[in-house]
Nanobody, 123 residues
Framework: QVTLVESGGGAVQAGGSLSLSCAAS????????MGWFRQAPGREREYVAGISWNGGVTEYADSVKGRFTISRDNAKNTVTLQMNSLKPEDTAVYYC????????????????WGRGTQVTVSS
């Protein structure tokens, strides 16, 4: 059974930092590109960042470029999103998921979705 469990969310003031973690199980993690997505109230889920199976390639949405960093640990089956210089517009529920193909993942087609973790940034 594929399981994705996100954690690390919380409430911070603008300019603060958070580190999100995603624990994955039930699939060949090291063979999958992984990504972080977010969904704000009343908005569609959007792709935030992605990382290739070996960590050699990363990509980011323009809105987070330079502020967020995605990384992975294939030995622990985890993917992390370090978020710095947070802004109120980063407020959303954050999800992780994966696909063998980065382009497919960026299009929102993914394995499954966990419950997500809430990030709230106040001004």
């Amino acid at each position: 059974q594929v399981t994705l469990v996100e954690s690390g969310g919380g409430a911070v003031q603008a300019g603060g930092s958070l580190s999100l973690s995603c624990a994955a199980s039930g699939f060949a993690f090291s063979r999958y590109c992984m990504g972080w997505f977010r969904q704000a109230p009343g908005r569609e889920r959007e792709y935030v960042a992605g990382i290739s199976w070996n960590g050699g390639v990363t990509e980011y949405a323009d809105s987070v470029k330079g502020r967020f960093t995605i990384s992975r640990d294939n030995a622990k089956n985890t993917v992390t999103l370090q978020m710095n210089s947070l802004k109120p517009e980063d407020t959303a529920v954050y999800y992780c998921s994966g696909d063998p193909n980065m382009a497919v993942l960026a299009g929102g087609v993914a394995l499954t979705w966990g419950r997500g973790t809430q990030v709230t940034v106040s001004s």
